[in-house]
């Protein structure tokens, strides 16, 4: 088994993020610098995730951070056409049918990921048990919500992937992953390109609602498809 040691000088880093605030300021970075991460930040961040709640604490999460270049480069080779594939129709159609500059922002940023992911420095996937026999993913998003907060916290850029899931079986061979133990997420974390900020989104008011829903207000709630 590896270990990276903690590193004193980064023990600090981050710890003075307010909560709230960095929950709100957490928005998908997708452009990052390709300078090295250090393995002791990485520790620090996936360390964060193990801190998330799981089914009977069972704590099903592994880390399998690759900073190898060969193998991001394996990685990215493979999103790229896959992600490219799935965006373009929805790129064409917002062109077309004048989706909103957000929407087309957020499409673009997604598309720059993918073509510059082999440039990552590093890929975080996130692995965990199956029970009996189901992949249980829903046990690593707190995990890996978690992992985003600590990256925010610390300054890296990160954002929460899951498309390599269409190679998922051939990625989790090459990462040495037992079948019982498939991986759910890729973050790819780097130094940010640009800075945190508020990520767009809808006012809480239109979301919450006490004792019972109103569907009423769906009519100014339109789900993006
Ligand atoms: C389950 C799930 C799967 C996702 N898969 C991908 C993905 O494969 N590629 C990607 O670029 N972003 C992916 N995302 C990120 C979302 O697109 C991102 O959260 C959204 O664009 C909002 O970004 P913002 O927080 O900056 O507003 C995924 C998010 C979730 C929750």
Redesign the pocket.
């Known amino acids: 088994m590896s270990e990276f040691p903690a590193d004193p000088n980064l023990d600090l880093l981050g710890e003075d993020t307010p909560l709230l605030e960095g929950m709100r300021t957490?928005?998908?970075?997708?452009r990052l610098k390709p300078d090295p991460v250090p393995r002791a930040l990485i520790r620090k961040v996936c360390e964060a995730g193990t801190f998330a709640p799981s089914g009977g604490n069972r704590q099903p999460w592994f880390f399998i951070a690759v900073d190898d270049r060969k193998k991001r480069r394996w990685v990215a080779d493979r999103y790229r056409p896959v992600?490219q594939k799935y965006i373009q129709p929805a790129m064409d159609r917002g062109k077309r049918d004048n989706f909103s500059d957000r929407l087309m922002r957020?499409m673009r940023?997604?598309l720059h990921?993918?073509e510059h992911l082999h440039e990552a420095p590093v890929l975080l996937f996130i692995a965990g048990f199956t029970r009996r026999d189901e992949p249980q993913i829903q046990a690593l998003?707190p995990c890996a919500q978690n992992v985003l907060l600590a990256c925010r916290a610390v300054g890296l850029g990160a954002?929460?992937?899951?498309?390599?899931r269409a190679f998922g079986e051939e990625c989790d061979r090459m990462l040495g992953l037992p079948e019982n133990i498939p991986s759910a997420?890729?973050i790819p974390i780097g130094w940010p390109l640009g800075r945190y900020g508020r990520?767009?989104?809808k006012s809480i008011d239109s979301k919450l609602f006490f004792d019972e829903f109103d569907p009423s207000t769906l009519q100014a709630e339109r789900p993006i498809e």
């Open positions: 957490a928005r998908a970075i997708r992600f957020n940023a997604a990921l993918a998003y954002s929460f992937t899951s498309l390599h997420v890729m990520p767009p989104r």
